[in-house]
């Protein structure tokens, strides 16, 4: 019981965090949150939620101190840190319902990346001559995808394991390949 109150304790500056912010911001981090849950397939409350995940997964600390803003979340970084190779650009703009799984290695530096984004590891949106690729929604990343430059990802669209895409891709596709091209319509 005192191991319980005393990991619960630990986590409060994060809770107030999570309080202090817009309820956009909230309601983002609620979306992650209902996305990620899959992974452990047990039914519990937001806030235990939110606990077990700040407690057992740096990669989402990561991406809960990215939803928070540098600024609330320069101490807690410090105090109980992420993970340091699951990268955000804070310029980056990400909708609602981002998941992922083991991302180590990956660097999230999109002009903007839509709802319910799910990556894996390795995985890079990057600039190229300094403009960023833009991604829609309902996008899946297979492991070590990189994505560069001014390009725009489709809605829909599945992205296969290795692809390093470099040019436009429309909706509703699937693609793979270095360079990454359509190799079947959903």
Same mark, same amino acid.
């Given at each position: 019981?005192?191991?319980?109150?005393?990991?619960?304790?630990?986590?409060?500056?994060?809770?107030?965090?999570?309080? #202090?912010?817009?309820?956009?911001?909230?309601?983002?981090?609620?979306?992650?949150?209902?996305?990620?849950?899959?992974?452990?397939?047990?039914?519990?409350? *937001?806030?235990?939620?939110?606990?077990?995940?700040?407690?057992?997964?740096?990669?989402?600390?990561?991406? *809960?101190? *990215?939803?928070?803003?540098?600024?609330?979340?320069?101490?807690?970084?410090?105090?109980?840190?992420?993970?340091?190779?699951?990268?955000?650009?804070?310029?980056?703009?990400?909708?609602?319902?981002?998941? *992922?799984?083991?991302?180590?290695?990956?660097?999230?530096?999109?002009? #903007?990346?839509?709802?319910?984004?799910?990556?894996?590891?390795?995985?890079?949106?990057?600039? #190229?001559?300094?403009?960023?690729?833009?991604?829609?929604?309902?996008?899946?990343?297979?492991?070590?995808?990189?994505?560069?430059?001014?390009?725009?990802?489709?809605?829909?669209?599945?992205?296969?394991?290795? #692809?390093?895409?470099?040019?436009?891709?429309?909706?509703?596709?699937?693609?793979?390949?270095?360079?990454?091209?359509?190799?079947?319509?959903?």
């Amino acid at each position: 019981m005192a191991g319980a109150i005393l990991w619960i304790i630990i986590y409060i500056p994060h809770l107030l965090c999570y309080l #202090s912010v817009s309820s956009h911001r909230r309601d983002l981090i609620k979306s992650d949150l209902i996305a990620m849950k899959n992974q452990i397939q047990v039914s519990v409350s *937001f806030c235990w939620l939110l606990l077990f995940f700040l407690h057992n997964n740096p990669y989402y600390r990561s991406l *809960f101190y *990215f939803r928070i803003g540098a600024e609330r979340s320069l101490l807690l970084q410090w105090y109980r840190p992420g993970d340091r190779y699951f990268i955000f650009s804070q310029s980056t703009k990400i909708g609602k319902g981002f998941s *992922f799984t083991h991302p180590y290695g990956t660097i999230i530096n999109a002009k #903007s990346i839509g709802d319910n984004f799910q990556c894996i590891h390795l995985t890079t949106l990057g600039k #190229s001559k300094d403009k960023r690729p833009i991604i829609g929604n309902n996008v899946q990343c297979g492991a070590n995808v990189t994505i560069l430059g001014g390009i725009t990802i489709g809605n829909n669209v599945i992205i296969g394991a290795g #692809s390093v895409v470099v040019k436009d891709i429309p909706d509703n596709v699937v693609i793979a390949g270095n360079p990454a091209r359509i190799i079947r319509n959903l």
